[in-house]
């Protein structure tokens, strides 16, 4: 299994700042007080938000990351006797799979209630949004006029034949986002959607959102379906032919003039054997709170979910928009709906 485990002694100092939500400045317990966290984000900068929990609480952050499924299977494997307080991972499909296990407690906090919205969270607590990704068309500058693109049904039309490309129906991101668009318009108007947009991919799904920006830039196809966070990387990196893609690039958010964009979560949950519940509680405050969340979008590009919270400059040239209010939980218990019409649409 690949999975790796490191434990934070000391936090690098970020100052003081007050902020205005969050119980978790209460102090701590004890000296030896720790939250054990099993992680599928694989972001560095992730670090920086345990450290500081560190430096504010005295409570350590031992973490352990890897693939989902992996931690998964690990947190089952383990049962009763799992060391781990929390699951955190992307994409709505993996919390709501996790909840439907039973691995999830449902908690209370007013603190989650006030910073994140309904929209984001399960409705009985048992998993919370901490940032968002909206799943936007990418388009290439030279090749398509913005006003040519209105919404994801838009890209089945025939006009678009031989020019979309996106991820394989494996990944949660598609899935996702499916499972969003049957909720809209219901199973039969999905799956023609479905047939339609297959019909117009300009390959056979491969590689991964950043894969399909790049395609767009070579002319492989004209449009891609991304989460937004992708884009500022290639924009912000320090490898010049990374910028030269981006240049390329367009983002254009989907459906304005009805639901909104669809938008996604990277979340965590409290185990149902977690043997640290409460200091569990305060990290998940924590990471809701104004200062984390300014963090999570500036570090890794990502839209806060506490409203109000600052957005990273690249990301908020991006234009603001509206974003799809549905129900994160109702996309999960979609998903294989979803997958179903995905794999008769014939979507690899």
């Not at 790796?4 to 000296?31: N, T």
């Not at 049962?79 to 039973?102: H, K």
Request: aromatic share 8%; charged share 25%.
């Amino acid at each position: 299994m690949r999975l790796s485990r490191r434990q934070f002694v000391s936090g690098a100092s970020l100052g003081s700042v007050a902020l205005a939500a969050g119980s978790f400045l209460r102090p701590a317990h004890g000296a030896n007080q720790e939250v054990n966290l099993y992680t599928s984000r694989h972001y560095g900068t992730d670090e920086e938000l345990y450290d500081l929990f560190k430096e504010k609480t005295g409570i350590t952050v031992n973490w352990v990351q890897g693939n989902a499924d992996e931690i998964t299977q690990r947190i089952r494997s383990e049962g009763a006797n799992s060391p781990a307080d929390i699951f955190m991972t992307v994409d709505i499909a993996r919390l709501w799979r996790a909840q439907n296990e039973g691995l999830f407690q449902p908690i209370e906090s007013q603190v989650l209630s006030n910073n994140i919205p309904e929209s984001l969270r399960d409705p009985e607590g048992h998993w919370f949004g901490l940032t968002k990704r909206a799943r936007v068309i990418m388009y290439n500058k030279d090749r398509v006029d913005p006003s040519e693109l209105s919404t994801y049904e838009d890209l089945a039309d025939p006009k678009w034949r031989g020019k979309v490309l996106t991820r394989s129906s494996s990944n949660v991101y598609s899935q996702s986002l499916t499972a969003s668009i049957i909720l809209a318009n219901g199973i039969p108007e999905t799956e023609e959607w479905a047939r339609g947009l297959v019909a117009n991919f300009a390959r056979p799904p491969e590689g991964g959102d950043t894969d399909q920006i790049k395609a767009v830039a070579a002319g492989v196809g004209d449009v891609a379906l991304a989460n937004t966070y992708y884009l500022p990387r290639l924009i912000k990196s320090d490898n010049p032919e990374d910028r030269a893609v981006a240049e390329k690039i367009g983002v254009f958010f989907p459906n304005q003039e009805d639901r909104g964009t669809h938008v996604n979560v990277s979340g965590a949950g409290i185990l149902k054997t977690a043997p640290n519940k409460e200091a569990a509680i305060q990290f998940l405050e924590f990471l809701s709170g104004p200062e984390a969340q300014a963090i999570f979008a500036q570090s890794n590009n990502e839209y806060p979910v506490l409203p109000g919270a600052e957005i990273d400059s690249v990301v908020a040239s991006f234009g603001s928009f509206k974003e799809d209010t549905l129900n994160a939980a109702s996309i999960g218990r979609v998903t294989p709906d979803a997958l179903m019409v995905m794999d008769r649409a014939g979507w690899k």
